[in-house]
């Protein structure tokens, strides 16, 4: 039996999308500029490491928790992968010893020494029962100190091509041109999707966000789903930061001071 639709309920439930959608077309119709390629591959540069962020935090507010150090967690990943992708033969690299990576290899070290962080963050989420607020309040703090020491407050440049190309790099398909940032948003989507509606651990997720003293009442793991809930939040933030730097060497590359 088809239901009948609810217009009412569907605007209350995507009201923030219909009013986007309403602003979009509404500047599209009063922009020149708005509708063009070129204007669309600025917005998917721009947006989808926004998008990386917003799926890291999705799973903090889904069990009714929050991370307010995501933003200072994409500096730092930022930072780690501008020292680690610097060229070999550049005269102010940060770390002259390390020997020339591959940006694959940069960005899985990367997202592992965030995913320690959201570890414990996790871990003083569900074994200290400190409210997410204050935890990531305090991890927030740590954080900015930290990327602060190492490196010294100093601009950093002269990355290697290869990892500038991530942001600046795009695929032709015939007239349209994809810039790589929109796969990776696109995998990350895919990947988010799934795991919160076709696993265990999504179901998990939920579960504790509806009720959590039932959740654990009915077998689930409450900390060890936390944990690995803000584990894969800070890996996210990793890979968001780790493009928001490819895109900051493009442009410094593209004005000459890379």
């Given at each position: ?183 990776f948003a696109l995998a990350v989507g895919v990947f988010t999707w799934f795991l919160y509606n076709k696993t265990r651990h999504g179901k998990y997720m939920y579960a504790i966000g509806g009720n959590e003293n039932a959740a654990q009442v009915a077998g689930v793991n409450v900390p060890a789903t936390l944990i690995r809930i803000y584990i894969m ?26």
């Amino acid at each position: 039996m088809v239901k009948n639709f609810d217009a009412k309920k569907f605007i209350s439930n995507n009201a923030i999308i219909l009013l986007i959608a309403a602003l979009a077309t509404f500047v599209a119709f009063n922009s020149q500029n708005f509708v063009s390629m070129q204007n669309l591959n600025n917005l998917i540069v721009n947006v989808s490491p926004r998008f990386i962020i917003a799926c890291g935090v999705s799973g903090c507010l889904i069990t009714k928790g929050t991370d307010l150090s995501a933003g200072r967690a994409v500096g730092l990943a930022a930072c780690l992968s501008a020292m680690l992708l610097q060229s070999v033969d550049y005269a102010a690299r940060m770390l002259p010893g390390l020997p020339d990576i591959p940006w694959p290899v940069a960005l899985i070290i990367v997202m592992l020494i965030m995913g320690c962080f959201g570890g414990i963050v996790g871990a003083v989420i569900a074994f200290l029962k400190v409210p997410p607020f204050i935890a990531t309040l305090g991890m927030q703090t740590i954080i900015y100190g930290l990327c602060s020491v190492i490196t010294d407050n100093q601009p950093m440049g002269g990355f290697k091509s290869s990892y500038s190309a991530v942001a600046l790099g795009k695929i032709s398909l015939g007239p349209v041109e994809i810039p790589y940032l929109a796969f990776f948003a696109l995998a990350v989507g895919v990947f988010t999707w799934f795991l919160y509606n076709k696993t265990r651990h999504g179901k998990y997720m939920y579960a504790i966000g509806g009720n959590e003293n039932a959740a654990q009442v009915a077998g689930v793991n409450v900390p060890a789903t936390l944990i690995r809930i803000y584990i894969m939040a800070s890996m996210l933030y990793a890979l968001a930061g780790f493009l928001v730097g490819a895109k900051a060497g493009g442009a410094s590359t593209a004005t000459g001071f890379g």
